[in-house]
């Protein structure tokens, strides 16, 4: 079992460091287990992607649990909490806020939409139009939203948990490229196995547990954690390692279009964050594997060849994984 590090202070004495932010982290996956049973890997992922600052993406088909574990994760941080249920309808200006005339004043104020929280629950991304779910780019990037030339910005910790159906599902539209690079990682809930299923059935069945469920930290612990997965040391031999992954998959044949420089900060920052949680300071070429398939995925766009052949995205960043050469020289022996 690897041993716990304490990282270096790096501020104040109350800064937490490594162990501290595993405790915090058991106590938020222990919560959210409360809600999605049997699914350890998949709330992994969602910790791994908060702690990365990033975004998450969860993809399945519809009663799997994709909505309960979005609520189930902001419901585990005290902190402020928005949900947005995306309809063919709905428009920008209802996700990022609106200018309103006042008389009194006679002055433009602009009313923030439900974009301004620090976890924003968007539940069923997919039913939008492209125009609507545009609205989240400038937000999930740069964390400020634009309104009629005024420039605002949100607050941290700011994470968006978006849901979706397949996109062969009828009245859905294909998340564009751009939106689904905003995105860090992507996870596929599938469905329980038979135990799994019979524990939600006696568990369940009676009571709503996200009605039981009570915040485990709050937004200044986070943001404490955020600082503390920054500093977690990342060799030179490993950010090579990230490199060749990403640049493999640009030259895979089955690919129109491979993983972008973006994906390649994202894989950083979530090798960083998978660290953090096994109770190191340091990463090491396990922490890239275990986060590279949600990571580079779902950036990856297949060509029509491939796709007849029933070839998957994690398909073949298993198989660039495979290939690549993992660095064996002492990863933890550079230190900044």
């Given amino acids: 079992m690897t041993p716990k590090v304490q990282l270096p202070s790096t501020g104040s004495a109350a800064e937490p460091g490594i162990e501290a932010l595993h405790d915090t982290a058991q ?3 222990d919560n959210v287990e409360q809600v999605l049973v049997g699914k350890p890997e998949v709330v992994r992922i969602a910790l791994v992607t908060m702690l990365a600052e990033g975004h998450l993406l969860v993809e399945d088909v519809p009663g799997v649990g994709k909505t309960s574990l979005a609520k189930a994760l902001a419901r585990s941080i005290d902190c402020t909490v928005s949900r947005i249920q995306f309809t063919p309808d709905l428009l920008p200006s209802d996700i990022t806020g609106v200018s309103v005339y006042n008389r009194q004043s006679e002055n433009f104020e602009f009313r923030p939409g439900p974009v301004f929280a620090n976890v924003v629950v968007g539940d069923e ?3 939008a139009s492209p125009k609507t779910q545009s609205a989240l780019l400038e937000c999930m990037e740069e964390g400020q939203v634009t309104v009629d030339g005024e420039t605002y910005s949100l607050t941290t910790p700011f ?4 849901t979706q159906n397949p996109i ?8 564009p490229e751009a939106q689904r690079d905003r995105f860090t990682a992507r996870v596929s809930i599938g469905y329980p196995d038979a135990k799994a299923e019979l524990a939600m ?3 369940h069945a009676g009571h709503d547990p996200l009605g039981d469920l009570r915040p485990v930290a709050d937004g200044d612990q986070v943001r404490q954690l955020l600082r503390a997965v920054r500093g977690v040391h990342l ?3 490993l950010r090579r390692y990230v490199i060749e992954l990403v640049t493999a998959t640009r030259k895979l044949p089955e690919l129109r279009l491979g993983a972008s420089p973006r994906s390649t900060l994202q894989l950083v920052r979530t090798a ?3 660290a953090a949680l096994e109770g190191r300071d340091f990463v090491v070429p396990d922490d890239v594997r275990a986060v590279a398939v949600p990571v580079l995925a779902h950036r990856l766009v297949l060509t029509s060849e491939a796709r007849a052949a029933r070839r998957t995205a994690s398909d073949l960043v298993r198989q660039v994984l495979s290939r690549v050469p993992v660095p064996r020289g002492d990863t933890d022996g550079e230190r900044r």
Avoid: C, H, P
């Avoid at 994470?159 to 978006?162: D, G, K, L, Q, Y």
């Fill in 159 to 162: 994470m968006v948990i978006a």
């Fill in 235 to 237: 060799s030179t031999d």
């Fill in 272 to 274: 960083r964050a998978q």
């Fill in 201 to 203: 059935v006696d568990e």
């Fill in 168 to 175: 062969e599902m009828e009245g859905t539209y294909a998340l």
């Fill in 27 to 29: 106590r938020i996956a």
């Fill in 125 to 127: 991304i997919n039913r």
